[in-house]
């Protein structure tokens, strides 16, 4: 099924929309920083895949993305547009499809990916960021080890 394209005015505001260094991502950022983490921001982990993380945790494996409600097709908050809504249903759920195959992909590797939905309690998120990681280094450090 073929759907309109949105209209010019629309079209101006999506590319308008940042894709990186929203409000709730940076304030993600600052408190994992504040809790003594450090982090890469905004990087690719496949050289052959058009594909960027949020933040990255490259010694403990660990990606995080920060998603937003209505570009992530949050299952609490999303609610689609009534103007031309056959175009932005397809396009949302292409949008969850791809995150999906993304972590897939990611977790095959062993990568862990923990997705933080931008109206999460930003300390609550950050606490489990910083036990993931920690945890997660801890056990490769510990595996490496034990190999040599």
């Given at each position: 099924m073929k759907y309109d394209r949105p209209s010019p005015s629309t079209t101006y505001r999506m590319q308008r929309t940042p894709r990186r260094d929203t409000k709730g991502e940076l304030a993600l950022r600052r408190a994992v920083h504040a809790l003594g983490l450090r982090y890469r921001v905004d990087q690719s982990i496949w050289k052959s895949h058009r594909h960027k993380v949020d933040i990255v945790f490259r010694?403990?494996?660990?990606?995080?993305?920060?998603?937003?409600?209505?570009?992530?097709?949050?299952?609490?908050?999303?609610?689609?547009?009534?103007?031309?809504?056959?175009?932005?249903?397809?396009?949302?759920?292409?949008?969850?499809?791809?995150?999906?195959?993304?972590?897939?992909?990611?977790?095959?590797?062993?990568?862990?990916?923990i997705r933080v939905w931008e109206h999460d309690d930003i300390v609550s998120a950050s606490a489990r960021i910083v036990s993931v990681v920690r945890a997660r280094t801890q056990d490769l450090a510990l595996a490496k080890s034990s190999r040599t």
């Open positions: 010694a403990a494996r660990v990606l995080v993305y920060f998603d937003g409600c209505f570009w992530h097709g949050c299952p609490t908050h999303f609610t689609c547009p009534t103007h031309n809504s056959g175009w932005w249903r397809a396009k949302v759920d292409r949008t969850v499809e791809r995150d999906r195959e993304n972590q897939r992909r990611a977790e095959a590797e062993g990568w862990y990916v």
